[in-house]
T-cell receptor, first 110, second 116 residues
Framework: SQTIHQWPATLVQPVGSPLSLECTVE??????LYWYRQAAGRGLQLLFY??????ISSEVPQNLSASRPQDRQFILSSKKLLLSDSGFYLC?????????FGPGTRLLVL | AQSVTQLDSQVPVFEEAPVELRCNYS??????LFWYVQYPNQGLQLLLK??????LVKGINGFEAEFNKSQTSFHLRKPSVHISDTAEYFC??????????????FGGGTRVLVKP
């Protein structure tokens, strides 16, 4: 069966520090992968998606970037965090028409 | 572009009472429809989905939803809720176009608080 992992589970970072969040999917190959952010009072916002290694589509201009160095690995990064980057980051993958979500990473930028 | 509206941001309900969460969408192309549940500090869990076929869809935990194409709605129902159903519920759509990458558009969510 397929599983999706995210780490770390929680993270507290100072403003201006770098960020790296990792998402890994097991039990499938060539999945579509997604990064979402859930900020208080703002619902779920799609940040990036990827249909293959090295293929990244950005949905909104922002302080973040994404990379897919391996088929089942999706990384969310920032060079300098802003206060507004705080939120709950969710990774997801697609099997057929359906997206399945990871457990999430809670990021607090102070 | 698609949009999803969840008409109720919060729904308080007593244990063992029925609940209905409303979801309306707009899209110029055919869509797939989904309901997800999120428990505190957890990811989203798929409750049910409509891809094609019967418009009444049954999901996990006793939930069901009905797709109404003329009203562009996909309301979620449960005849008798439990305390454990306290969570946030999200309605979402994706377009039926593979090139679109199965991207989901979410509603704003409905918080369900089940009271004893």
């Amino acid at each position: 069966s397929q599983t999706i992992h995210q780490w770390p589970a929680t993270l507290v970072q100072p403003v201006g520090s770098p960020l790296s969040l990792e998402c890994t999917v097991e039990g499938t190959s060539n999945p579509n992968l997604y990064w979402y952010r859930q900020a208080a009072g703002r619902g779920l916002q799609l940040l990036f998606y990827s249909v293959g290694i090295g293929q990244i589509s950005s949905e909104v201009p922002q302080n973040l970037s994404a990379s897919r160095p391996q088929d089942r690995q999706f990384i969310l990064s920032s060079k300098k965090l802003l206060l507004s980057d705080s939120g709950f980051y969710l990774c997801a993958w697609t099997r057929a028409e359906t997206q399945y979500f990871g457990p999430g990473t809670r990021l607090l930028v102070l | 572009a698609q949009s999803v509206t969840q008409l109720d941001s919060q729904v308080p309900v007593f244990e063992e009472a029925p609940v209905e969460l409303r979801c309306n969408y707009s899209s110029s192309v055919s869509v797939y429809l989904f309901w997800y549940v999120q428990y505190p500090n957890q990811g989203l869990q798929l409750l049910l989905k409509y891809l094609s076929g019967s418009t009444l869809v049954k999901g996990i935990n006793g939930f069901e939803a009905e797709f109404n194409k003329s009203q562009t709605s996909f309301h979620l129902r449960k005849p008798s809720v439990h305390i454990s159903d306290t969570a946030e519920y999200f309605c979402a759509v994706s377009v039926v176009i593979k090139a679109a990458g199965n991207k989901l558009t979410f509603g704003g969510g409905t918080r369900v608080l089940v009271k004893p």
